[in-house]
């Protein structure tokens, strides 16, 4: 079972009140149905479809006919279609569908603005599993005026989510992985955002360390070539017989990079200072070092 899949039947299974059921069944029927005489709503979902049922029943009164069918091939799901023949006129009325964007009341507040995304999203909404795929979300509507309406309405809620042409439709879609979790929230799937959260805490964990791992190995590469580089300065200075054009303090700085020629500046300047008792920083290797290179560099100019 997909994610998506996993998602909308837990949110199918939520109970909500009357005005919030208005809102939600205005909402699905928005994104799955043709409608003409009839209200013929079509779903892959077999807990959409019995929510459908059951919201229209309660609302209505009504028992719409339910056809069950296979897709187009054998490999596909069940189809569900729902059928309201009776009052449609009403039903459309009730439930704000007359027009492409439904009236102010379907979503006069925060609570109605949930009922109505948990529609959309039961509707015509998809979400990728976080364990195997990029983070995703979308929504994919027929007209770019009802784009911009759920658009806003997602954004309400500061989603950051953004509309795409795609084809024939639009696609309203989030790609951060706290807005996602943040809409799983909104619409109520707690079991599907403790599942998310876990596996974005473990996914983020895991970049991070990679991350780290990739900057220590490169770390370690800058030592061991500014090493490298040093110990080809202090043997052309020892081909050339120009060590001793060095003072005393930066000889000694020679002799221990020969003696350790794979460590870091700051454990060379740790080593100089336990054995010889005399305290160096950092800073001042890299001074006496930087010393040996300008003198191997005239070296090699004069050569």
């Given at each position: 079972m997909s994610f998506t899949s996993t998602v909308k039947n837990e949110v199918s299974k939520l109970e909500i009140n009357e005005i919030d059921s208005i809102t939600e069944l205005s909402a699905i029927i928005k994104n799955t149905a043709v409608i003409d005489k009839s209200i013929k709503i079509t779903t892959e979902n077999a807990s959409v479809a019995r929510r459908i049922f059951t919201l229209v029943k309660e609302l209505f009164n009504?028992?719409?006919?339910?056809?069950?069918?296979?897709?187009?091939?054998?490999?596909?799901?069940?189809?569900?279609?729902?059928?309201?023949?009776?009052?449609?006129?009403?039903?459309?009325?009730?439930?704000?569908?007359?027009?492409?964007?439904?009236?102010?009341?379907?979503?006069?507040?925060?609570?109605?603005?949930?009922?109505?995304?948990?529609?959309?999203?039961?509707?015509?909404g998809s979400i990728n599993d976080p364990k195997k795929s990029r983070y995703h979300l979308e929504f994919l509507v027929d007209t770019k005026e009802y784009a911009e309406f759920i658009n806003k309405l997602l954004n309400n809620f500061r989603l950051n989510s953004?509309?795409?042409?795609?084809?024939?439709?639009?696609?309203?879609?989030?790609?951060?992985?706290?807005?996602?979790?943040?809409?799983?929230?909104?619409?109520?799937?707690?079991?599907?955002?403790?599942?998310?959260?876990?596996?974005?805490?473990?996914?983020?964990?895991?970049?991070?360390?990679?991350?780290?791992?990739?900057?220590?190995?490169?770390?370690?590469?800058?030592i061991i070539e500014t090493a490298t580089n040093q110990i080809k300065d202090i043997e052309i200075l020892e081909q050339n017989d120009a060590v001793d054009l060095l003072d005393d303090k930066v000889k000694q700085v020679l002799k221990y990079r020969k003696k350790y020629p794979e460590v870091s500046l700051t454990e060379l300047s740790e080593i100089i200072t336990i054995e010889t008792g005399n305290s160096i920083t950092k800073s001042g290797i890299y001074h006496r070092m930087k010393k040996i290179t300008e003198l191997a560099k005239k070296i090699k100019e004069k050569n």
């Open positions: 009504y028992v719409s006919k339910i056809t069950v069918r296979r897709g187009y091939n054998f490999n596909k799901n069940y189809i569900y279609i729902i059928e309201i023949n009776h009052d449609v006129d009403k039903i459309l009325k009730k439930l704000s569908l007359n027009n492409n964007i439904p009236e102010e009341y379907i979503v006069d507040d925060i609570e109605l603005q949930r009922a109505y995304l948990m529609g959309v999203f039961l509707g015509s953004k509309i795409l042409k795609r084809e024939n439709k639009y696609m309203i879609y989030i790609k951060e992985a706290e807005k996602i979790g943040d809409f799983l929230r909104i619409i109520n799937a707690t079991n599907a955002v403790f599942y998310f959260e876990d596996i974005r805490i473990y996914r983020d964990h895991k970049n991070m360390t990679n991350r780290l791992n990739n900057c220590e190995q490169a770390n370690v590469d800058r």
